[in-house]
């Protein structure tokens, strides 16, 4: 395995956990807050600032003329998480976050498959063969055991 791909590897196993962390931090945030949309709010507002922070440290800019001409739904990505947190803040503890979080993976994992098969967003399509197929319904009876006492 190169380099380049460990490093990936690692970082994506790194931000696993930080969503796992996540969903109950921004639940205790959201009784304290009032709401789980107040503390999505919260949990953004943190998050600019601590990107802020690095882009400035790095010396990082935007390319006007390429930000100028993205489509619209390039600018969305934002809303997403958005969703993500405030549901996370209101699921987790009536879900647990284990069930929230397999659920939610089940739904990145479906949204994936069929995001592979079109082509979305200029990648590269991607058949949908038995082992996806597999893999997908893995994921939900992993979902249904997780929540047997």
């Given at each position: 395995?190169?380099?380049?791909?460990?490093?990936?590897?690692?970082?994506?196993?790194?931000?696993g956990t930080l969503?796992?962390?996540?969903?109950?931090?921004?639940?205790?945030?959201?009784?304290?807050?009032?709401?789980?949309?107040?503390?999505?709010?919260v949990s953004f507002?943190?998050?600019?600032?601590?990107?802020?922070?690095?882009?400035?440290?790095?010396?990082?800019?935007?390319?006007?003329?390429?930000?100028?001409?993205?489509?619209?739904?390039?600018?969305?990505?934002?809303?997403?998480?958005?969703?993500?947190?405030?549901?996370?803040?209101?699921?987790?503890?009536?879900?647990?976050?284990?069930?929230?979080?397999?659920?939610?993976?089940?739904?990145?994992?479906?949204?994936?498959?069929?995001?592979?098969?079109?082509?979305?967003?200029?990648l590269a399509p991607?058949?949908?063969?038995?082992?996806?197929?597999?893999?997908?319904?893995?994921?939900?009876?992993?979902?249904?055991?997780?929540?047997?006492?």
């Open positions: 395995m190169n380099p380049a791909m460990a490093a990936a590897i690692a970082a994506a196993f790194v931000a969503v796992a962390l996540q969903a109950p931090t921004n639940a205790l945030l959201s009784r304290a807050v009032g709401s789980p949309v107040n503390a999505a709010f507002l943190v998050g600019v600032l601590a990107l802020a922070v690095v882009a400035l440290g790095l010396g990082v800019r935007p390319n006007v003329a390429e930000v100028r001409s993205l489509p619209w739904y390039a600018w969305i990505g934002g809303l997403y998480g958005a969703v993500f947190v405030a549901v996370a803040a209101f699921a987790a503890p009536r879900m647990g976050i284990t069930f929230f979080l397999i659920v939610g993976i089940g739904g990145q994992l479906a949204m994936a498959v069929y995001l592979d098969k079109v082509g979305a967003f200029g991607q058949e949908i063969g038995l082992g996806r197929i597999a893999g997908l319904f893995l994921v939900i009876a992993g979902a249904w055991l997780v929540q047997q006492k």
